[in-house]
């Protein structure tokens, strides 16, 4: 299994201390290093910035958002980073959810497993370069011919030629259909709030999509890119500190991220067994009630989430991980003396 530092979206500020940490990654070993977005810092600029000062790791995204820009535009953001970092990219998208796509990038969301199908289709046309690229799809047409259109649209190839055509495209998936469909046509899968606790549930699903006519992978080349927090605590104390202070933030996935009627990210808590807890939780999330959601989210479930304790225990957390088909575990830190301190751990 390999390492990645998941570095995220920022939040009201650019982080002081990323520079640090990738160098650092860099240095120890890991395999790559991710951005992701939401509706602030974009995925592509920081590996831009960050990766220049890097020869070796992968640089991938964690994810981007297929609605903030077209399918075209997506494969020319991944084409130009490639070249500029000697083939290193891993293009990690998704679909996001209604509020972002809907309120943020004023697209429909509506048919999310078939936009998905079109956009990979697309980008891995363009990155093929065989021919101009057209697509008869209903949510990507090309050329375009619907309302407002002036009907001289031409199919087009790009006129760079891409360093590689086939750049590793990895989708983030929650639910059964698209985790299915992940198998089937992607390279890898970027779960949330996967655990080796929950790590079963998603096997079938898996499964059904691999043994899909034309699947791209099995599972014996399909990677899985998993993400956590791990931290090393000396004492119980510093331990219970940890768990604590990650408590804000799986309350505001379980009950904050997206409508009462449409909240995948709670719909993922529900199916690992915390039904009454995430109804609950995004109750009192939604009423403004943020700490009161917070305190209910008990520690077991923040441990099961991440990776906390003792050197003995992470060790034998980390073999767990790796035990349930995680191929890449992508973690967060806070500062790059932890992250080295990791690295000489898991060496």
């Known amino acids: 299994m390999k390492l990645g530092l998941q570095l995220g979206y920022w939040g009201a500020q650019p982080p002081a201390n990323a520079g640090e940490l990738v160098a650092a990654a860099e240095e120890s070993g890991f395999d790559a290093i991710f951005t992701a977005e939401a509706w602030g810092s974009d995925a592509f600029t920081p590996l831009a910035w960050w990766g ?106 790009p006129i760079v030629h891409p360093l590689r055509s086939d750049i590793p495209i990895w989708l983030g998936a929650e639910g059964p259909k698209n985790v299915a469909q992940t198998a089937e046509i992607a390279d890898g899968w970027i779960p949330i709030f996967y655990t080796p606790r929950s790590a079963a549930m998603y096997q079938p699903w898996l499964d ?49 991220m997206g409508a009462a009627e449409a909240n995948f990210h709670n719909a993922v808590f529900v199916r690992m067994g915390y039904e009454e807890l995430a109804a609950r939780v995004q109750e009192l999330y939604l009423e403004g009630r943020k700490d009161e959601a917070t305190a209910l989210i008990p520690d077991e479930l923040v441990d099961d989430l991440h990776i906390i304790g003792s050197p003995a225990e992470v060790v034998d957390k980390v073999a767990a991980w790796e035990e349930t088909g995680v191929t890449t575990l992508m973690l967060s830190f806070r500062d790059a003396a932890e992250l080295r301190k990791v690295a000489d751990l898991l060496a």
């Open 52 to 157: 220049r000062d890097t020869q070796r790791v992968r640089l991938g995204t964690s994810i981007v958002q297929m609605s903030g820009r077209s399918p075209a535009s997506i494969a020319m953001h991944a084409l130009t980073l490639d070249h500029l970092t000697g083939g290193r990219v891993v293009l990690g998208m998704g679909v996001s959810g209604p509020q972002v796509v809907e309120g943020w990038y004023g697209q429909p969301f509506a048919k999310p497993l078939a936009r998905t199908r079109e956009v990979v289709d697309i980008v891995r046309k363009v990155l093929a370069r065989e021919a101009p690229v057209t697509n008869d799809g209903p949510h990507h047409p090309l050329p375009y011919t619907g309302p407002g259109s002036v009907g001289l649209g031409k199919p087009l190839k």
């Open 208 to 256: 059904e999509g691999f043994a899909r006519p034309g699947a791209r992978r099995s599972r014996a080349d399909f990677e899985i890119a998993a993400t956590c927090h791990l931290q090393i605590c000396e004492t119980p104390e510093a331990k219970q500190a940890v768990v604590d202070a990650l408590k804000p933030t799986v309350s505001l996935y379980m009950g904050g």
